[in-house]
């Protein structure tokens, strides 16, 4: 049982697990807008994803201590550049328009983690990165994930910008932002009062009241789309009710698992009910 457990925790700490979530989205947008399957973007996605939720949420633990890493850390650390070198090797496969939009999100993804020159009003200490801005945490995450979920494969795929992408991008908005708040609310205990994350500002009651308004916005979108696809739209209302349910029962005591794995589950239980009812 412990070594159940513990390949269940590396499979939480090495960010496979929100790999998966990531790599469903993405190819939730395949079937949404009825492109082919591609293989090469859904597995960059994949290790990029790896790749870069380690490095943020690693460089600051091993940076200053190399040689005192714990073994756990330098698994993570061995198999965060396996990963890294997997992911280069199926950017190879992507085309050169998506390549620019990934440097970009690389970039973002850097000062995500790395300090730089912000003013310090904006900061609870002098560490100097983009998640230490009081309240931009939440939307820079929910952007990179539309952006790679959604963008990724609209310019992999040479589509023209239109209204029902557009429409895709504000819900795809909207469903991430709302599965960050169970993730606010667990950290309320850990985080400074001047990362103003929004249950800081409006209090527990008010984000949840926030993220029912969002969901029945993620639905009622749908409606909006030049064609409204009746087994899409039932897969929205059915991850829509799951999601409202986790948000609701979330809390500032809640487990261990239930944001880490559960809340991060929603995007796959997405994929999977949208593929049976395909």
């Keep these: 049982m412990q070594i159940l457990k513990r390949i269940f925790n590396f499979y939480l700490n090495s960010s496979i697990h929100v790999a998966f979530a990531a790599t469903a989205l993405t190819w939730i947008t395949f079937i ?12 960059f996605v994949f290790f990029g994803t790896i790749t870069g939720y380690n490095f943020v949420k690693y460089f600051g633990l091993a940076k200053f201590h190399h040689r005192s890493l714990a073994v756990w850390l330098k698994v993570i650390q061995v198999f965060s550049l396996l990963a890294f070198l997997a992911m280069c090797y199926f950017a190879f496969y992507l085309e050169v328009e998506t390549l620019i939009l990934i440097g970009v999100l690389g970039v973002v993804t850097f000062f995500y983690a790395i300090p730089v020159m912000i003013p310090k009003k904006y900061l609870f200490d002098d560490h100097k990165n983009l998640r230490q801005i009081g309240g931009l945490k939440v939307y820079v995450i929910a952007l990179v994930w539309t952006f790679t979920s959604v963008f990724l494969p609209i310019i992999n795929n040479d589509v023209t910008l239109n209204a029902d992408v557009v429409v895709l991008a504000i819900q795809r908005f909207y469903f991430v932002l709302v599965l960050m708040f169970p993730f606010e609310i667990r950290d309320l205990i850990y985080d400074s009062l001047k990362l103003a994350t929004i249950p800081q500002k409006i209090g527990v009651k008010k984000t949840k009241v926030i993220g029912v308004l969002l969901l029945i916005l993620f639905v009622l979108l749908d409606y909006f789309k030049d064609v409204v696809n009746e087994k ?7 991850i829509a009710l799951i999601t409202l349910v986790l948000l609701l029962f979330s809390n500032k005591n809640q487990s261990k698992y239930y944001s880490a794995f559960w809340v991060e589950s929603l995007p796959i239980m997405w994929l999977v009910v949208l593929l049976l009812l395909s």
């Design 32 to 43: 949404e807008l009825d492109f082919s399957y591609n293989k090469d973007l859904l597995c």
């Design 232 to 238: 899409i739209l039932l897969s929205t209302m059915i």
